[in-house]
Nanobody
Framework: VQLVESGGGLVQAGDSLRLSCAASGRSFGFYAMAWFRQVPGKEREFVAAIYWNSGTTYYGDSMKGRCTISRDNAKNTVYLQMNSLKPEDTAVYSC????????????????WGQGTLVTVSS
C-alpha cells in the first residue's frame, strides 16, 4: 500500500490550498481515509475522514467549516480542500487509511503517507 501526498506549500493567511493523496496497492473500498496534521512537539491532530465507498465525511474541530474532504474513485485519490487558512494551520499534513470504521485516533490507522508541509504566513 502506498499513499503519496502532494499540494503542500507556503501560502498567506486567508489563502486556500488543496492537498491530494494518491492511493495505490490495494482496493480501498472498505476503508476509511483520513487526514491528520502534526506540529513538531505535538501529537497528530485529526482533521477529516471519508469512507471510500459511501463518501460519508467526518471532521475534527480544528478545521471544521474551513475544509472539505473528498475522493475521486476513478483516480484513487483523496483530497483535502482547505480555505481561510490561518498561521496556526501550519503543520505537516498526512494522509492515512484504515479498514472499517473511521477514527480520530491516529494510532488506529494502518497506512500512512510521508506527509506534506503546509506553511501559512501571517
Amino acid at each position: 500500500v502506498q499513499l503519496v501526498e502532494s499540494g503542500g506549500g507556503l501560502v498567506q493567511a486567508g489563502d486556500s490550498l488543496r492537498l491530494s493523496c494518491a492511493a495505490s496497492g490495494r482496493s480501498f473500498g472498505f476503508y476509511a481515509m483520513a487526514w491528520f496534521r502534526q506540529v513538531p512537539g505535538k501529537e497528530r491532530e485529526f482533521v477529516a475522514a471519508i469512507y471510500w465507498n459511501s463518501g460519508t465525511t467526518y471532521y475534527g474541530d480544528s478545521m471544521k467549516g474551513r475544509c472539505t474532504i473528498s475522493r475521486d474513485n476513478a483516480k484513487n485519490t483523496v483530497y483535502l480542500q482547505m480555505n481561510s487558512l490561518k498561521p496556526e494551520d501550519t503543520a505537516v499534513y498526512s494522509c492515512t487509511a484504515k479498514r472499517g470504521s473511521y477514527s480520530s485516533t491516529y494510532s488506529l490507522y494502518n497506512y500512512w503517507g510521508q506527509g506534506t508541509l503546509v506553511t501559512v504566513s501571517s
